[in-house]
């Protein structure tokens, strides 16, 4: 079985939880997003060094609340 950790907001959540949870830009299920590849937002140029909006991100969606989060917020544990 494999969980899926985010850091939302400065505290760690296990995201398969949240039975709405989705995760991605196809809005899957924590489960089916680590399964199908992970995907994230990532361009491979960058135009500008100094905006954020060319850096990798994972779009997610918690407890009714939409975050975009670095993948560096993420972990994942298989027991």
Not at 9 to 24: A, H, R, T
Request: proline share 6%; with cysteine; net charge negative.
């Amino acid at each position: 079985m494999v969980k899926i950790y985010a850091c939302l907001i400065g505290n760690w959540v296990c995201l398969n939880d949240d039975p709405n949870c989705k995760m991605g830009i196809h809005h899957t299920s924590p489960a089916i997003w680590w399964e199908e590849n992970a995907d994230i937002y990532a361009p491979i140029q960058r135009k500008k060094a100094d905006t954020l909006y060319e850096f990798p991100y994972l779009e997610l969606i918690y407890n009714n609340h939409s975050y975009r989060i670095s993948p560096y917020h993420i972990q994942i544990v298989d027991f």
